[in-house]
């Protein structure tokens, strides 16, 4: 499911080594916000960091300079393998169809953000989308997850309904959870492989930054069992 890509918006995967971001992509700190019940409920904004036309990103997890990478990846012996299926998302998505909306979810990019959770979870909204505000629910709770495995359908016109970001790289924060989460790309930047492949452009996407996803490069949500921090 292709997003407009923005010209320039870019991030490369080195070998066994760090995200390479050019583009002058604005980079900030990005918390998962929870209700009284610890469900994830909002996106809150965090400190951003000074704009670069350029950065590297640690992807390995051991920086000493997070969230920058400082070559200790090639101390470690970090292996960078991407194994995630780069077949486009509406080819391995399952589809979902409700009376008013759709739902197609990829399991295998879950980043465990858990905003599907609330309000009876996406996967029964869906079904009852006809209603005002399961809809409603249902096309915030889609759009609020990071790694874009839920996406939100409108069934009138076959169009996917997706918020408008500007393109973006996110630190994601997950408190309730006591760990750092994914590196979230916003907006249609686009990702290229360390042999070069162009990965499908999309919306939402979710970075491994723990360096222990088992579905490099995005995230599995291995940092909550790890219990990363992206902390200096």
């Known amino acids: 499911m292709d997003s407009e890509h923005t010209p320039g918006a870019q991030v490369r995967i080195s070998r066994n080594g760090p995200y390479l971001v050019a583009g002058q992509l604005p ?29 590297a990103l640690c992807r390995c997890g051991h920086s000493r300079h997070k969230p920058f990478c ?3 990846h090639a101390q470690v012996g970090f292996d960078g ?16 169809p ?21 309000h009876g979870k996406v996967w029964q909204q869906v079904r009852e989308s006809q209603a005002p505000a399961a809809r409603a629910h249902f096309v915030r709770q889609c ?22 970001y500007a393109p973006s790289v996110v630190l994601i924060q997950d408190p ?5 989460g994914p590196i979230g790309l916003r907006g249609g930047v686009q ?15 979710a970075l491994c930054s723990c360096g222990a996803s088992k579905n490099k490069p995005f995230c599995d949500g291995s940092h909550i069992s790890t219990g990363f921090s992206d902390e200096r």
């Open 27 to 55: 980079l900030r700190k990005q918390t998962i916000g929870t209700n009284s019940e610890g469900e994830s409920v909002e996106w809150v904004a965090g400190a951003s960091y000074p704009d670069q036309a350029q950065y």
């Open 70 to 72: 400082d070559g200790t």
């Open 81 to 96: 393998t991407e194994t995630a299926s780069r077949r486009p998302y509406l080819e391995q998505a399952q589809r979902i």
């Open 98 to 118: 409700g009376p008013a909306m759709s739902l197609t979810d990829v399991e295998a990019l879950c980043a465990s953000a858990r905003f599907c959770d609330p």
């Open 143 to 164: 759009g609020d997850c990071p790694s874009g495995r839920l996406v939100a359908w409108d069934n009138a016109t076959g169009q996917p309904v997706e918020p408008q």
């Open 176 to 180: 309730a959870m006591a760990c750092s």
């Open 191 to 205: 990702l290229v492989g360390a042999d070069g492949f162009a990965y499908e452009v999309r919306n939402r996407m």
